[in-house]
């Protein structure tokens, strides 16, 4: 009982002290959501008291940790990676895009937004999670965020870039290229892109954002179908690429249509981390393992019941001895 609990009251204190005051006085709640994950998934609420650690180190408040701990939980079980691991992508990853918010709930809906993209990527496409959420970290979701890029749309093109071999940190920086020199040469080249291209075909005037990205690429296929790959390198070249970013810009190209694919997916992949988390709790061994958890939440709850004769008594008693 001692050995449960006060590894759990470790977990928990530890994961409180880089929190603020709220954090230790919403402990007794944070605790108790901290058990429940342990009972909804394979993850211990030692796992769990754990990772309020690193939403904490992301700089999220007690209430924001509160909301985001289910989620991130169904997202490692969802994924396959270990609950610290999914945490720290997760959080990174939607805060690098720009959809943090002061309200918790809100934090909570964007926060399961980038999960079930995530995670229906790795589904639909020959990336993985971890990949993906490395790819948007490194520099794909600040240029995504700039641009006023949707996360399925923009994951749709790390998709497309992941089905050619391109994937990763080396996928992120990819995509910031495309989109950073797509707008400089569109707008250092305007009259070359009206030519070969068509008018407007980055930005939406009337709205004044970024067109969609597949759409932009199927323009740039259109302008140079039937011709040899030279010949596409030279009319990029003409339309202000720069020889950094046609490696990068040709890998797209192409792929356009499976772009528009993946991001149809994306966008209707809402509850994808719910309904895959779910499904992976039936198999025999989580079924043992919850079973497992519940004892040890009883060697919790009775750890915590015993604490105060513990530390007021039993241990003044040793030292005492000794």
């Known amino acids: 009982i001692v050995g449960m609990g006060s590894a759990f009251d470790q977990a928990m204190t530890e994961s409180l002290a880089i929190m603020g005051r709220d954090g230790q006085a919403m402990r007794g709640q944070m605790e108790a959501i901290a058990k429940s994950i342990a009972l909804q998934t394979k993850f211990s609420a030692e796992e769990a008291a754990q990772a309020y650690f690193f939403l904490a180190s992301s700089g999220m408040n007690a209430a924001e940790s509160m909301a985001a701990l289910p989620i991130a939980a169904r997202f490692a079980q969802a994924g396959v990676i270990d609950l610290e691991k999914a945490t720290e992508l997760l959080s990174d990853a939607y805060i690098t895009l720009g959809l943090r918010s002061e309200d918790p709930i809100e934090n909570m809906k964007n926060m399961s937004r980038v999960a079930d993209v995530l995670t229906e990527a790795n589904n639909q496409a020959q990336g993985t999670i971890i990949e993906f959420a490395q790819a948007l970290t490194n520099r794909a979701g600040v240029a995504m965020r700039v641009f006023g890029i949707d996360v399925e749309t923009g994951v749709a093109a790390l998709a497309a870039f992941a089905e050619r071999g391109i994937k990763g940190r080396t996928a992120g920086r990819q995509l910031f290229i495309v989109i950073r020199d797509l707008q400089r040469s569109v707008m250092e080249n305007n009259a070359a892109w009206t030519?070969?291209?068509?008018?407007?075909?980055?930005?939406?005037?009337?709205?004044g954002k970024f067109k969609n990205l597949a759409d932009i690429i199927g323009?740039?296929?259109?302008?140079?179908?039937?011709?040899?790959?030279?010949?596409?390198?030279?009319?990029?070249?003409?339309?202000?690429?720069?020889?950094?970013?046609?490696?990068?810009?040709?890998?797209?190209?192409?792929?356009?249509?499976?772009?528009?694919?993946?991001e149809k997916l994306l966008y209707s992949a809402g509850g994808v981390v719910q309904r895959v988390a779910e499904k992976q709790m039936m198999s025999f061994t989580n079924q043992l393992g919850l079973v497992a958890e519940r004892l040890r939440l009883v060697g919790i709850e009775l750890f915590e019941a015993f604490k105060p004769t513990i530390e007021n008594h039993v241990v003044p008693a040793v030292l005492y001895l000794i």
């Open 195 to 207: 030519k070969l291209v068509g008018p407007n075909a980055v930005f939406d005037m009337a709205q």
């Open 219 to 262: 323009k740039l296929e259109d302008s140079l179908e039937g011709v040899g790959d030279e010949t596409k390198k030279a009319e990029l070249k003409m339309l202000g690429f720069q020889e950094r970013s046609l490696q990068a810009t040709l890998a797209l190209v192409g792929a356009s249509d499976r772009m528009r694919e993946l």
